[in-house]
């Protein structure tokens, strides 16, 4: 192989490990006999999915003779999502698709889906990127998808983790009962720059990665503030840091050196089309680009700035920074605002 894939590495640091934590908890009290909702939100390639993996690596898929049992089920609701879309991700998922084709409403494929999840003995469900179901395109409302899941999880006694964008707890305020029902929600949430234990917890899993691909034959040659251009580059997510770096590698693979013309355009072939933001690996670089990116994604992820501002002041951040971020809720609505940070 040319370059190693990074996307297949299981990277461990203090958010995602936190994370995995709570998934382990939910584990744990289901095993003990609790049923357990819990919504993991956070921006797009924070890892949240990757959370999971841990747990769902306990469970297996198990087959004596003819018996087949599939404690955990990972379904990813498509966009524009119907009714009937939740019990037919269930029911491919479970091996049976041939059952989520049949002919029917969402009642009678829910039927056959809570069939499918009593045979195999499934005590755990994942429903990733849920909260297409609060997107504007969705076939069905966000109390109906609501109901849903809290009725499926009534009628299974599954327990159910439910990753996804924070609007994910918009669709279970819609039910009184699931909200009643659900634990807190776990945040994850990218690296914040401006707070130093942040910064070098940041710095630490980016340092880790590069040492792997050294082992791997690569050799950097890049400028001394590389950190903050990667941060600036990725919103401070590392899976985002993990895309930026597996795009960089291919496109070294002939000569196996990173530096910081692969880095430009690694950035404009994998991460700009999805953060739209200026290349950080051309011309200067400073904290405020790095807050920006922060912001802006932060924004377009759908948390508020009073929201930022709580995590802020819980995590000891210099109160400038709190400063910075209490102007910025007053400049909410402010054309400049939405020139600087596009939000």
Not at 64 to 88: C, E, F, H
Not at 142 to 156: E, G
Not at 166 to 193: C, G, I, K
Not at 272 to 286: D, I, L, W
Request: net charge positive; with cysteine; proline share 6%.
């Amino acid at each position: 192989m040319d370059s190693p894939n990074l996307t297949q590495l299981l990277i461990g640091h203090p958010f995602y490990a936190a994370a995995a934590a709570r998934v382990s908890d939910v584990v744990r009290r289901t095993l003990d006999g609790e049923q357990q909702i819990l919504p993991l939100c956070g921006p797009s390639r924070v890892g949240k999915t990757y959370a999971t993996l841990p747990a769902q690596q306990q469970f297996p898929p198990q087959q004596d003779g003819a018996k087949r049992t599939v404690p955990w089920l990972y379904i990813k609701m498509a966009q524009a999502p119907s009714l009937s879309s939740l019990p037919r991700a269930i029911l491919k998922a479970a091996g049976m698709g041939a059952w989520a084709s049949r002919h029917g409403g969402p009642e009678v494929l829910t039927g056959y889906a809570q069939d499918a999840v009593s045979r195999l003995g499934v005590r755990f469900l994942v429903i990733d990127e849920f909260h297409h179901y609060a997107e504007k395109g969705a076939k069905a409302s966000a109390l109906d998808a609501a109901n849903a899941v809290k009725n499926f999880v009534d009628q299974t006694g599954l327990s159910c983790i439910l990753p996804g964008l924070p609007s994910t707890m918009a669709l279970l305020n819609r039910d009184e009962q699931l909200r009643a029902r659900a634990l807190a929600p776990h945040h994850f949430l990218p690296y914040v720059w401006a707070i130093e234990n942040h910064r070098a917890s940041f710095e630490a899993v980016l340092a880790d990665i590069l040492g792997h691909l050294e082992n791997s034959g690569f050799a950097f040659s890049v400028s001394p503030d590389f950190a903050i251009r990667v941060y600036t580059s990725s919103g401070g997510r590392i899976g985002m840091v993990v895309k930026l770096l597996n795009e960089a590698c291919d496109l070294a693979r002939a000569n196996k050196l990173i530096n910081t013309a692969i880095m430009r355009k690694a950035h404009g072939q994998a991460v700009r089309h999805e953060t739209e933001s200026a290349n950080p690996f051309v011309g200067p670089v400073s904290d405020a680009d790095a807050l920006a990116s922060f912001i802006k994604l932060m924004h377009e992820s759908g948390y508020t700035a009073e929201f930022l501002i709580q995590v802020a002041q819980a995590e000891g951040a210099d109160p400038a920074f709190i400063d910075s971020l209490l102007k910025l809720t007053k400049m909410a609505n402010t054309k400049k605002l939405q020139g600087r940070f596009g939000c």
